[in-house]
């Protein structure tokens, strides 16, 4: 039985998906739970359609991100941080003090959108972390931390 998915199905597909399941298992359980429909011809004909528009406003999303990519990939990062012996940072370096930082250089990400490479960040040094604009737009972005004066 051919389903098209309304909604995320583990192990089966994904929102928008045309997938072929066993006949009791679209029948009794995943179209009386609104997570699919049948997949009628009229039914393929909307799904096409939806997934054309769908593209055409994820193309200017993509630009936009890939745009922002661009100019974050220009930026030459130095944070500065207090220290004790030896390279030790008093406290650390997160994602939210690399977003803030990013925001000065008119580059807004949101934090949950940044993986700093081994976690927070307690020594001086070079660091890398990636930013994600999208899910297509990921940058590996590297930095630095430096001992403040």
Same mark, same amino acid.
């Given at each position: 039985?051919?389903?098209? %998915?309304?909604?995320?199905?583990?192990?089966?597909?994904?929102?928008?998906?045309?997938?072929?399941?066993?006949?009791?298992?679209?029948?009794?359980? $995943?179209?009386?739970?609104? $997570?699919?429909?049948?997949?009628?011809?009229?039914?393929?004909?909307?799904?096409?359609?939806?997934?054309?528009?769908?593209?055409?406003?994820?193309?200017?999303?993509?630009?936009?991100?890939?745009?922002?990519?661009?100019?974050?990939?220009?930026?030459?990062?130095?944070?500065?941080?207090?220290?004790?012996?030896?390279?030790?940072?008093?406290?650390?370096?997160?994602?939210?003090? $690399?977003?803030? =930082? %990013?925001?000065? =250089?008119?580059?807004?990400?949101?934090?949950?959108?940044?993986?700093? %490479?081994?976690?927070?960040?307690?020594?001086?040094?070079?660091?890398?972390?990636?930013?994600?604009? =999208?899910?297509?737009?990921? $940058?590996?972005?590297?930095?630095?931390?430096?001992?403040?004066?």
């Amino acid at each position: 039985m051919e389903i098209i %998915l309304k909604k995320d199905v583990d192990n089966v597909g994904f929102t928008d998906d045309l997938v072929s399941v066993k006949n009791g298992y679209g029948r009794n359980f $995943l179209i009386p739970q609104g $997570l699919a429909v049948l997949a009628t011809p009229s039914a393929k004909k909307v799904l096409a359609e939806n997934l054309k528009q769908r593209a055409y406003k994820e193309k200017k999303v993509i630009d936009e991100a890939k745009t922002r990519a661009e100019k974050a990939k220009e930026i030459d990062l130095k944070i500065t941080s207090k220290t004790g012996t030896g390279d030790k940072l008093f406290g650390s370096i997160t994602t939210a003090d $690399l977003k803030d =930082h %990013l925001a000065k =250089h008119e580059v807004d990400i949101d934090k949950k959108f940044i993986t700093i %490479l081994g976690g927070n960040i307690k020594r001086l040094g070079q660091y890398d972390a990636k930013l994600r604009f =999208h899910r297509d737009v990921i $940058l590996d972005f590297s930095f630095e931390v430096i001992a403040e004066s």
